[in-house]
């Protein structure tokens, strides 16, 4: 347990220090660009899934800004005269060019950090699963479920079904007298329960039986109420059952 903690900490660290390289190397690249380098530092950190990073690469840089040698007031810079004044801006774009080394290393270290948080999620993520199994398998998952619940009819197919199912039928006049389940189980195990005024009767394995299974319920006292559960492990199949007479 404390291997998984140690990794998906490790997980968590890495993608910190991706936030906090990308911060600087925005803010620095920014900056440099005369751009707001507070506000572009604070989308690229804070919009999730670097969408950030993306809006800053088509927008942000496109919005590039310099200062006018002529008048010193910032104008654009992708456009050859200043706004301000109208003087030719040829050559400080050149200059701009040149001045602009940016580091890229926080950049590296950042996509670095990412690659690595996802190996150590994906570890973490593996290793929890190996040792604690009963962690996914205890919720109660059902995964393309089909299930038909009509008077006196239950039928359920799954590609995944693992947890729990139930479904309370009465006895009355003798009625119904018997329960017939059938099931085919490709993978997994689905186990039939079967409860008498919230007593569990007995159970049955479904993995093993051949055509119809008939559960006799004659022997129930008037006005039981019988609650039949389904239980399942991991399984993939079909279970059919009927009390109709
Ligand atoms: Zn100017």
């Known amino acids: 347990m404390w ?4 990794l998906a900490g490790t997980a968590l660290l890495l993608f910190l220090i991706t936030l906090i390289c990308l911060g600087i190397w925005t803010y620095r690249d920014a900056k ?14 804070l919009v999730p899934n670097f969408i950030g990073l993306l809006l800053y690469f088509l927008i942000g840089r496109k ?18 005269y200043c706004s301000n004044c109208g003087a030719s801006m040829a050559q400080v774009v050149q200059s701009l060019v040149a001045s602009k ?5 926080p950049l590296i270290i950042s996509l670095i950090c990412v690659v690595m948080t996802f190996i150590f999620m ?5 290793a929890s699963m190996y040792a604690q199994p009963e962690m996914f398998s205890s919720k109660s998952i059902t995964i393309g479920q089909i299930q038909t619940m009509k008077p006196g009819v239950w039928k359920m197919s799954f590609w995944y079904f693992d947890g729990e199912k139930s479904r309370a039928i009465e006895i009355r006049d ?7 389940v059938s099931a085919e189980i490709e993978k997994g195990k689905v186990e039939l329960g079967l409860a008498v005024d919230g007593k569990e009767e007995k159970r049955i394995s479904l993995n093993n039986i051949d055509s119809t ?11 039981s109420r019988v609650v039949l559960r389904l239980y399942g492990d991991a399984a993939k199949g079909k279970v059919n059952m009927n009390w109709k007479d």
């Open 3 to 6: 291997i998984i903690i140690g």
């Open 32 to 45: 440099l660009r005369g751009l707001e380098a507070g506000m572009w530092t604070a989308i690229v950190v």
């Open 63 to 80: 919005q590039q800004q310099t200062l006018c040698p002529s008048c010193g007031r910032k104008t654009e810079q992708s456009k050859p």
């Open 101 to 105: 080394n940016n580091s890229k290393k």
């Open 122 to 126: 994906f570890v973490a993520f593996f």
């Open 174 to 180: 003798g009625n119904p007298s018997a329960l017939n």
């Open 213 to 223: 299974y008939v559960w006799d319920l004659s022997g129930y006292p008037e006005n």
